[in-house]
Each structure stands twice: as structure tokens, then as C-alpha cells.
């Protein structure tokens, strides 16, 4: 809670009002869940997503409630996409205040050693560059109109060890090196990085993912976090949607861990 000039409480996130706001992986889980909360509270946001018709929906329902939300197509693991990604959204909302890399891929859990070439390169090329590919545009766009604040959607999988999903960590590790790093460089310039580092969340990709695991697997992943249960897009939203407001305004290089306890 936060007072106004008149001493009177208000929304925490009301300051995210007017903010302009661009995510990738937004047409559904948490990105989806950020972006309508985001424009619910006055944000302008542009999503961006390989799923199109997905995505327009997304797109379509906050504009049904009366709020600013544009869809569209990329595929993070290309520069050229993302460099198009920006300039769209540069040109929509006039600028851009917030970034929220969420794009992010899962892969059959297996044993490190049973891993493709594929399936390796393929969550790298999503999970790590394609988060690179975002923050490289972001600085782009921020750097010469007076900052912005970069919110990179990792993984307790980033921060500790994720046994069968060693690929999947691999990447988020790496995109929590990113943050740190960016972090330093471009806090001279009012461009701040932190990162969400959820635990298991209840989202189509978790789904997937536990989908290929077996009932005593399933319990254990469940019953790892303190609290018993996985985590809700919505409790992950709301935070996504503290870091967008100037509440966080001295958080940098931070990893936002939101895991039910299981790290504690």
C-alpha cells in the first residue's frame, strides 16, 4: 500500500497507468495473465508470440474490457523478428517504459545424458538467446529516451539445480547471468534488469511438462515447495506487476523468486 500527496491509500500498482509496455510469450500463461492485468490497470501493451491466433485472442479480450492490448507475431530466436518486434511497438505506443522477456520453451524431461542435439539447441536458442535478442532491443529503445526497466521471466531452475530438465536450467541459469551483468552495464543509463524466478506454475507448459513425468514424479514436484501445490499465473502476474510499477524503482539485478518456499 502506498499514500498519495493526501495521505490517502492507493493502489501499489495504480502507477503503472499510461506506462508502455511490451511482452513476449503473451498469448498465454503467465505473459497472458501479465498483460491483461497490466492493461486493466492502464498500461499500453503490445504482446508478442509465435501462437497468432492465441495471441490476437489475448489481444481481443483486453480490448473487449475496454483496455489497450496489440498482438503480434515473432519468433524470438530470430534477431530480424525482434528487431521488428521493437520497431512495432515502438511506433504503437509511442516508446517503451517496460519489457517482459517471457518467451520460453519446455523440454520432455530425460536424463542429461539422453538429451538431443535438438532438444539442447532448441531451449538455448529460445530460453537464452532469445531473451539476449529482447534486452539487445530494449537497450536499443531505451538507452536514448531516458531508460526503462527490463523484466526477465527465469526460473527457480536458474538459481539451483533441476534434475531432467537440464537444458531448460542451463538456459535460465544463463539468462540470470544476463540480468546481473545488464544490470551493472546499463544502470548509468536508467535502464534497470531483474528477473521472476518462479517454481512450478500452473500453466499449458508445466502442464506439458509434468504430462511426461509419472505419478510418483508428478507428487514429488508437487510436494517439493513448503506450500504443497503449484503456483498460480495469477500470483505470478501480480508480481510481474509490482516490478512493472515505480515501486521497484531501486530494485536492480535482482532475482524475484516466487516459489512457495522452496529455496527457504
Known amino acids: 500500500m502506498t499514500l498519495n500527496t493526501n495521505g490517502i491509500a492507493s493502489d501499489v500498482a495504480s502507477n503503472v497507468a499510461g506506462k508502455r509496455i511490451l511482452i513476449t510469450g503473451g498469448a498465454s ?15 499500453k501493451v503490445v504482446i508478442g508470440d509465435l501462437a497468432e ?3 490476437a485472442a489475448v489481444a481481443k479480450q483486453g480490448q473487449d474490457a ?11 530466436t530470430s534477431g530480424d523478428e525482434v528487431r521488428a518486434l521493437f520497431d512495432f511497438a515502438v511506433e504503437t505506443l509511442g516508446g517503451l517504459d517496460v519489457v517482459i522477456n517471457n518467451a520460453g520453451i519446455d523440454h520432455k ?19 537464452l538467446k532469445g531473451v ?10 531505451m538507452a ?14 536458474g538459481l539451483r539445480s533441476a534434475p531432467l530438465l537440464t537444458a531448460y536450467s542451463a538456459a535460465k541459469h544463463g539468462v540470470m ?25 500452473d500453466t499449458p507448459m508445466v502442464r506439458n511438462t509434468m504430462a511426461n513425468m509419472n505419478e510418483r514424479v508428478q507428487q514429488a514436484t508437487i510436494k517439493a515447495s513448503p506450500m504443497r501445490r503449484l503456483g498460480e499465473v495469477d500470483e505470478v502476474s501480480g508480481a510481474i506487476a509490482w516490478l512493472a510499477s515505480d ?12 516459489d512457495g518456499g522452496m529455496l527457504a
Open 177 to 201: 547471468g544476463l540480468t546481473k551483468s545488464a544490470a551493472h552495464e546499463y544502470a548509468r543509463v536508467n535502464i534497470r534488469f531483474n528477473a521472476v524466478c518462479p517454481s512450478f506454475i
Open 66 to 76: 475496454g483496455n489497450s492490448i496489440v498482438f503480434k507475431k515473432v519468433d524470438v
Open 144 to 157: 536514448p529516451n531516458g531508460g526503462g526497466h527490463v523484466i526477465n521471466v527465469a526460473s527457480i531452475a
Open 29 to 43: 500463461g503467465i505473459g497472458a495473465a501479465s498483460a491483461l492485468l497490466l492493461a486493466s490497470r492502464g498500461a
Open 109 to 127: 524431461p530425460a536424463p542429461m545424458h539422453e538429451l538431443s542435439d535438438d532438444d539442447f539447441d532448441r531451449n538455448i536458442a529460445v530460453n
Open 132 to 141: 539476449w535478442h529482447c534486452m539487445r532491443a530494449a537497450v536499443t529503445c
Open 53 to 55: 491466433e492465441m495471441g
Open 247 to 258: 515501486e521497484s524503482s531501486f530494485m536492480n539485478g535482482h532475482a524475484f523468486t516466487l
